[in-house]
C-alpha cells in the first residue's frame, strides 16, 4: 500500500492539465470527474477501506473506460491521465 499512498501524494501536486478543457468528455470519459472517482476510490483503498462489489465493478469500468479515451486526449496531458490508471491498477490489485 506504500506505493499507492505514494502515487495518491504525487497525484494531488501535480497540477491540472492546461490543455485539457474542464467540462468536456474526452471519449466520453468526463477530464475531471474521472480524476476525483479514481482518486476517491484509491484512497479509501489506501486507507484499507474494502470497497464494496458494486463499487469494485464500477471502479473498474471507470479505469476502463479511462484507458480507452486516452488517445482523445491531449498529447500533453496524457502522463497525467496514465498515473490515474497506474493509481487504479494498483488499487484494484490491493
Known amino acids: 500500500m506504500t506505493r499507492l499512498r ?3 501524494d504525487e497525484h494531488l501536486k ?3 492539465p492546461t490543455s485539457v478543457v474542464k467540462g468536456l468528455d ?3 470519459v468526463d ?10 476510490w484509491a484512497s479509501r483503498v489506501a486507507r484499507g477501506e474494502p470497497l464494496p462489489a458494486e463499487e469494485c465493478e464500477r471502479f473498474r ?3 476502463m ?3 480507452d479515451a ?7 496531458a496524457r502522463p497525467y491521465y496514465e498515473a490515474l490508471v ?3 491498477d494498483i488499487a484494484l490489485r490491493i
Open 26 to 28: 474526452y471519449g466520453g
Open 86 to 88: 497506474e493509481i487504479a
Open 6 to 8: 505514494e502515487l495518491l
Open 70 to 76: 486516452l488517445p482523445s486526449f491531449p498529447e500533453s
Open 31 to 40: 477530464c475531471v470527474m474521472v480524476g476525483s472517482d479514481i482518486y476517491g
Open 61 to 63: 469500468a471507470l479505469r
Open 14 to 16: 501535480e497540477p491540472f
Open 65 to 67: 473506460e479511462l484507458v
